[in-house]
């Protein structure tokens, strides 16, 4: 089973909004990731977590927030979010950082947009 | 930083006939992965390549890790309907292995 499940599907918010966006695996993969996909470009990495800690922000603005309460979840909060932050979110984990089986699988994502 | 180099950029090709697309990049790296993605959907992982040389195949798609570890193609046979996607190479890099670079996407539309 190589599932990374991803609520919501769909989010809506004002740029006064707080929310919250929820990944979930249950592989044993012991890092996690975060990932903003704007229409027709490639993903973009946002954070990394490897073993519940937080191992690489991609100088992501404080707006977002990321969360890993526990090896399966991984959560990223939003607060006062602009327009321009309207993509799709992509989690993804893989089993062990730093190996060479590192391999990374994404889940549906969740389409943002902020209005 | 690291880029990959993803061509073509699209490609719009009757059902039956096999595809080739490749990645090239300046730089070294040691997992080369092949996604997939819908439209709406999340990318998913076509193949995986761990090994400078490595052939593997999956179905009708084979991809091939290039023997300088700076480029790799994929190649999908007697291509359907439903191969119609974007198809993104990546390679994996950083002090931990765990940064994924990707290619530009090659979109590919087929002609039923």
């Known amino acids: 089973d190589t599932e990374v499940t991803q609520t919501p599907k769909h989010l809506v918010m004002g740029m006064t909004n707080k929310k919250s966006l929820k990944c979930e695996q249950h592989?044993?993969?012991?890092?996690m990731y975060w990932y903003k996909q704007k229409a027709k470009k490639p993903p973009e990495l946002m954070f990394v977590?490897?073993?519940?800690?937080?191992?690489i922000n991609e100088s992501v603005p404080s707006r977002f927030s990321p969360e890993c309460p526990n090896s399966s979840l991984l959560n990223l909060h939003l607060h006062a979010l602009q327009p321009e932050d309207s993509a799709l979110y992509l989690c993804?984990?893989?089993?062990?950082?730093?190996?060479?089986?590192?391999?990374?699988?994404f889940g549906p994502g969740t389409r943002l947009t902020v209005l | 930083g690291q880029q990959l180099n993803q061509s073509p950029q699209s490609m719009f090709i009757q059902e039956g006939e096999d595809v080739s697309m490749n990645c090239t990049s300046s730089?070294?790296?040691?997992?080369w992965l092949w996604y997939k993605q819908d439209p709406g959907e999340g990318p998913v992982l076509l193949i995986a390549?761990?090994?400078?040389?490595e052939l593997t195949s999956n179905g009708r798609l084979t991809a091939q890790f290039g023997i300088t570890r700076k480029d790799s193609f994929l190649n999908i046979s007697a291509s359907i309907p439903s191969d119609v996607g974007i198809y993104f190479c990546?390679?994996?890099?950083?002090?931990?292995?765990?940064?994924?670079?990707f290619g530009a996407g090659t979109i590919l539309r087929v002609k039923s």
């Open positions: 993804a984990s893989s089993p062990v950082q730093g190996s060479r089986t590192d391999t990374q699988y």
């Open positions: 592989m044993g993969h012991r890092a």
């Open positions: 977590y490897s073993y519940e800690k937080l191992s």
């Open positions: 730089s070294i790296f040691n997992t």
């Open positions: 390549l761990y090994k400078a040389g």
């Open positions: 990546a390679g994996l890099f950083g002090e931990y292995g765990n940064k994924l670079v």
